[in-house]
T-cell receptor, first 114, second 115 residues
Framework: NAGVTQTPKFRVLKTGQSMTLLCAQD?????MYWYRQDPGMGLRLIHY???????AKGEVPDGYNVSRLKKQNFLLGLESAAPSQTSVYFC?????????????FGEGSRLTVL | GENVEQHPSTLSVQEGDSAVIKCTYS??????FPWYKQELGKRPQLIID?????GEKKDQRIAVTLNKTAKHFSLHITETQPEDSAVYFC??????????????FGKGTHLIIQP
């Protein structure tokens, strides 16, 4: 039982390049989330999903897209990376519908955009 | 949307003393208030949570209190130990339409335990 797994863990991009972060969970959770963490800013919600085939915008969605084609996977895409997207990205999942309950986080993915 | 303010941003206490971290929230519909601990280079992990029908909850050396009228909640750590050194985040639910859409986090408190 691996919990929440993120790949890759580190990535360096040049401005304008694209990439996809993959989040996989093996706990059969309904809810999945992508947060970004920047120094002094806490964790800010980018996008989330309440079930397979559904996605919704969070607090800071601009410049990102997501997809949840399978219940266990939640992908975060950057179509044209910008230096402002340099951050640590955390995926999380939870099980309680209508109430997030405990979030189980992945180990994080550190992205640097030059 | 929900706004969560957390204070202080840094807290330094002597080992064995108590530490208190305070948060306020804006959305009166919020009813779930967790606290997460993040050690350096690690993922955030839930340490305690409280729901709006409860005023206080304890788990060994940590406790959380909630004042719904004032819209604030606090984390209390007693008899602090070196392993308590970490960044602590408070959070509150965000409601939109018929359900919760995720957690809004405070900006974090860096707790330093001085030997």
């Amino acid at each position: 039982n691996a919990g929440v797994t993120q790949t890759p863990k580190f990535r360096v991009l040049k401005t304008g390049q694209s990439m996809t972060l993959l989040c996989a969970q093996d706990m059969n959770h309904e809810y999945m989330y992508w947060y970004r963490q920047d120094p002094g800013m806490g964790l800010r919600l980018i996008h989330y999903s309440v079930g397979e085939g559904t996605t919704a915008k969070g607090e800071v969605p601009d410049g990102y897209n997501v997809s949840r084609l399978k219940k266990q996977n939640f992908l975060l895409g950057l179509e044209s990376a910008a230096p402002s997207q340099t951050s640590v990205y955390f995926c999380a999942s939870s099980t309680l519908a209508g109430d997030p309950g405990e979030l189980f986080f992945g180990e994080g993915s550190r992205l640097t955009v030059l | 949307g929900e706004n969560v303010e957390q204070h202080p941003s840094t807290l330094s206490v002597q080992e064995g003393d108590s530490a208190v971290i305070k948060c306020t929230y804006s959305d009166s519909a919020s009813n779930y208030f967790p606290w997460y601990k993040q050690e350096l280079g690690k993922r955030p992990q839930l340490i305690i949570d409280i729901r709006s029908n409860v005023g206080e909850k304890k788990d060994q050396r940590i406790a959380v209190t909630l004042n719904k009228t004032a819209k604030h909640f606090s984390l209390h750590i007693t008899e602090t130990q070196p392993e308590d050194s970490a960044v602590y985040f408070c959070a509150a639910t965000v409601y939109s339409g018929g359900g919760a859409d995720g957690l809004t986090f405070g900006k974090g408190t860096h707790l330093i335990i001085q030997p």
